[in-house]
């Protein structure tokens, strides 16, 4: 197995975000290993068939991408000490606009991501059907290893 030296965490800035974010960061306190977290803005276009998007699209998009990157640096922030404390000194924080899935494996394959650790959703039943699962996705065409993490009980 090849030495872990970085980890990604997708995080959505859920109440079960914490859960997910201890878990690697016990992982990458154990390997010495960075810590990127990224937050994926889903792409409106993507919902197209539900709803005509609003003509002005484009702004809200960048005003979600400013949001996201106001609570990405809030939270590594917030998180610092408690991950420094686990042995995690790397940390990177990240927004991307996209297909989620899609730019999970991208952003891995680009920073030569070892290992992902992210959380499963829980969709069943049509929501699944309809919105699929980004951990499934995930799973199936990563370039590296991926530990899935639930983070609540059913």
Same mark, same amino acid.
């Given at each position: 197995m090849r030495d872990i030296k970085r980890? =990604?965490?997708p995080i959505d800035f859920s109440d079960n975000t914490d859960t997910i974010v201890s878990t690697a960061a016990c992982i990458a306190g154990k390997f010495?290993?960075?810590l990127d977290f990224i937050f994926v803005v889903q792409k409106f276009e993507d919902y197209s068939t539900f709803f005509t998007p609003p003509t002005n699209l484009s702004d809200m998009r960048d005003? =979600? =991408?400013?949001?996201a990157k106001e609570r990405m640096d809030i939270f590594i922030?917030?998180?610092?000490e408690k991950l420094n404390a686990l042995g995690v000194s790397d940390i990177n924080g990240k927004v991307i606009s996209g297909d989620i899935a899609e730019e999970i494996i991208n952003y891995a394959d680009w920073a030569n991501v070892q290992l992902i650790i992210m959380g499963t959703h829980g969709y069943k039943g049509f929501n699944r059907l309809v919105f699929g699962s980004v951990a499934e996705k995930v799973l199936k065409t990563a370039c590296c290893p991926v530990i899935t993490v639930k983070p609540y009980n059913v």
């Open positions: 980890i =990604l965490t010495s290993a960075s005003d =979600l =991408l400013n949001v922030e917030s998180h610092k």
